[in-house]
């Protein structure tokens, strides 16, 4: 036992292989929660569209109870027998709220379990490849679709950094001094996938599908790259980690509470600071292909859009990575505008004063909440707003952002300058 | 062809912004989703909903009290008050089935019936209700107001066979009918 441990030590104490274990326990954790939080995302965006327009949503895909008399229990109401045996009244409220979530009948889920089965339905699905498609670019495209997302999340910083006695761990992936360009640079590959599957299936709506999505995603990335500027004039850098650092000491982007927030200054800088987030918000939607500006996969005009001709499993990867660039993107929002994993008010420093790995766990689950909060919000505006036509779409951007970028940098360079 | 322009609303500056519009769309679909969570939903009392949202979870609750008059369901004989069979198997009605779901077999009115007046009985009548897309032209054609739509909406057979309503079927599920039909009134 002394020898195992003293052999970890040992393992751990050397940088190279310190680096390497962090690295792999980092990348473990962030990808399970992206994949978590794609099927959650899901599930978010079916049960909010049920709330909106009226419907529970999918509420059931529980396990139910009858399963258990088939597989040879002799009881009929398990819950009765229970709630019998812990002395409640059948018809107290214990016993009604029982029968309201449905105990007496099923093990409940909400319908969480809903949109793994479909994947798994999906994977059982039959596979159509047809016969007049480029198959080699047809099966690459959902990998370029899917890759790109999962692959940017390395530099968004989920928690502060830790020290350990081997050694200091940032709760960062990749802690990149370029993160942003990082993210813009490879969700931009993703319009390779988008633009292959069009082209590919070699049939006549998937490809102008694959023409709006090339259109649409390189136009966003010239206003998303320009909206963000102004932060990154007042932040000084392009460090995401640092950037959440600054945020945590002295007030989030766009609620500059405490710290250095309460200066005139920054106090200013809060209208250039809203456009922004206002543009990069607008820009995040559009590069994750979302409603309103789903113009690549238009069902109304293109039938499927870029992916009519998949199916199976294929068609769930552009499914996956069309939710992964939703989280990646909400992910980004929150860190850049909304605090990243600050609690807030000074907490911060508070906790990790008091302990390192408390207060790292704590901003990791803040960090969880605002994501889920965002995500939400990109449903709920889904499921609000209509589809615009083709050409506002690129009015929008050509027309309205870019010109309101460069006048928002302008203005925050103004205030930079000449208020102290 | 004549040339109409279609008159386009004017927008005032402040909706061509598009963002007051946005916050208060957003603000519509926020109390519908707080609303609904809440159950009090518009309209829940007439869709008999219960829990979240209007929807009727319909297992649990049925649609029973809640169909209008007017529901066409699946079609059934009756019987007149008298307990005669009304049909008089004159096949009009199978001969009108756009999804030829309906079978009759005539035959001839059992002896010592209440009315001897009609010539035929349907010795078997079928309804598959597999075929059936209640249309309800079966209810229209026939002479005899023997063939109705009833409300009965919950169809599920779990073979082909089970899915084929014979004559028995049908008059139970049909039941007797109010209002003589004065045709076949022996007195009369």
Same mark, same amino acid.
Request: with cysteine.
């Given at each position: ?27 473990? =954790? ?5 994949? +978590? ?57 214990? +016993? ?25 339905? #999906? ?9 007049? =498609? ?16 999962? =692959? ?22 990749? !802690?990149? !001094? ?52 102004? #932060? ?127 207060? =790292? ?9 605002? #994501? ?49 | ?137 079966? $209810?229209?054609?026939?002479?005899? $107001? ?22 028995? $079927? ?19």
């Amino acid at each position: 036992m002394e020898n195992l441990l003293k052999w970890c030590t040992d393992v751990l104490s050397n940088p190279t292989w310190f680096y390497l274990l962090t690295t792999i326990a980092k990348l473990v =954790v962030v990808f399970a929660v992206i994949l +978590a939080f794609v099927v959650l995302s899901v599930w978010i965006e079916r049960r909010v569209a049920g709330w909106i327009q009226d419907r529970p949503g999918p509420n059931r895909a529980g396990l139910p109870l009858f399963l258990l008399q088939r597989f040879g229990s002799k009881e009929e109401q398990p819950l009765k027998n229970l709630l019998r045996f812990l002395g409640c009244p059948p018809d107290g409220v214990i +016993a009604r709220l029982c029968r309201w979530l449905r105990f007496d009948r099923e093990i409940p889920t909400f319908g969480l379990v809903q949109p793994c089965l479909d994947g798994g339905k #999906l994977f059982l699905k039959q596979e159509i490849t047809p016969s007049y =498609v480029r198959k080699f670019y047809f099966i690459l495209a959902p990998m370029l679709v899917l890759g790109p997302p999962l =692959v940017s999340a390395a530099v968004i910083p989920f928690a502060s950094w830790v020290q350990t006695p081997f050694g200091e761990i940032n709760m960062c992936i990749a !802690n990149l !001094n370029i993160g942003p360009l990082w993210i813009f640079a490879v969700s931009g590959l993703s319009v390779y996938g988008l633009t292959l599957a069009g082209w590919s299936s070699n049939s006549k709506y998937p490809f102008l599908g694959g023409l709006r999505a090339t259109a649409q995603l390189i136009s966003y990335e010239v206003a998303m790259g320009l909206s963000v500027i102004p #932060l990154l004039m007042v932040f000084g850098t392009l460090n995401l980690q640092e950037i959440v650092h600054s945020q945590a000491e002295s007030g989030w982007t766009l609620l500059p509470l405490w710290g250095q927030g309460l200066s005139l200054q920054r106090w200013l800088l809060c209208i250039p600071m809203f456009i922004s987030f206002i543009m990069f918000a607008t820009c995040i939607f559009a590069e994750a292909n979302r409603t309103p500006f789903d113009m690549a996969e238009c069902e109304t005009d293109l039938v499927g859009g870029y992916h009519t001709e998949y199916s199976s499993m294929k068609f769930a990867s552009f499914f996956m990575g069309e939710y992964a660039a939703m989280v990646i993107g909400s992910a980004l929002v929150v860190t850049l505008f909304l605090g990243g994993w600050s609690i807030g008010f000074g907490a911060d420093a508070a906790l990790a004063s008091c302990s390192e790995w408390l207060a =790292v766990a704590c901003q990791f689950v803040t960090f969880l909440i605002k #994501l889920l909060a965002f995500i939400f919000f990109f449903v709920w505006v889904r499921w609000t707003l209509p589809r615009f036509r083709w050409d506002q779409v690129m009015k929008l951007c050509w027309l309205v952002f870019v010109e309101l970028a460069v006048l928002n940098i302008v203005l925050t360079a103004v205030i930079i300058y000449f208020i102290h | 062809m004549a040339y109409i322009p279609v008159k386009r609303p004017k927008f005032s500056i402040l909706d061509r912004i598009y963002v007051v519009e946005l916050v208060r769309g957003l603000g519509i679909t926020l109390k519908h989703l707080v609303l609904s969570l809440l159950g009090k939903s518009r309209s829940k009392k007439d869709f008999n909903g219960a829990g979240i949202g209007a929807c009727m979870p319909f297992p649990e609750q049925r649609w029973d009290d809640h169909l209008p008059s007017y529901y066409r369901g699946a079609p059934a004989l009756v019987r007149g008050e008298d307990g005669r069979e009304r049909c008089v198997s004159c096949q009009l009605c199978e001969f009108i089935c756009p999804a030829r779901a309906i079978r009759v077999v005539p035959g001839s009115v059992a002896p010592g019936s209440s009315c001897s007046k009609q010539e035929k009985a349907p010795a078997e009548f079928e309804i598959d209700m597999l075929r059936c897309i209640y249309c309800g032209m079966c $209810q229209e054609v026939c002479p005899e $107001q023997a063939i109705f739509l009833s409300q009965q909406y919950l169809i599920t057979p779990t073979d082909r066979k089970q899915a084929v309503r014979n004559k028995e $079927q049908l008059y139970r599920l049909g039941g007797i009918r109010k209002g003589l039909i004065h045709k076949w009134n022996q007195f009369k």
